[in-house]
């Protein structure tokens, strides 16, 4: 009878935990975003660009032409730029 109480203590607690994580990872996804060009790095982009079709494929740092999703309103704060190749990428 004791190792049925664990069982289902520890099926309860699962339950739980998993009940939190969603809830967690829903709130992130509603968190409003835009793109932001000039700050992904190599390797980290999230979308294509004219020299390339795929996430993933940005050559260097923070180039102008290459972009990855913020929070909104953090863009400018993080040297990017809301434009391609925009005042406020790096370059």
Same mark, same amino acid.
């Given at each position: 009878m004791k190792s049925s109480r664990l !069982?289902?203590?520890?099926? @309860? *607690?699962? !339950?739980?935990?998993?009940? @939190? *994580?969603?809830?967690?990872s829903a709130a992130e996804k509603a968190a409003p975003t835009e793109k932001c060009y000039g700050v992904a790095k190599a390797g980290q982009n999230d979308c294509g660009t004219a020299r390339h079709s795929c996430a993933g494929k940005a050559m260097s740092d923070?180039?102008?032409a290459d972009w990855k999703y913020v929070p909104?309103?953090?863009c400018e704060k993080a040297g990017g730029s809301l434009a391609p190749g925009g005042?406020?990428?790096r370059k």
């Open positions: !069982l289902i203590g520890s099926a @309860l *607690a699962g !339950l739980v935990a998993a009940t @939190l *994580a969603a809830q967690a923070n180039d102008p909104k309103g953090t005042k406020g990428a």
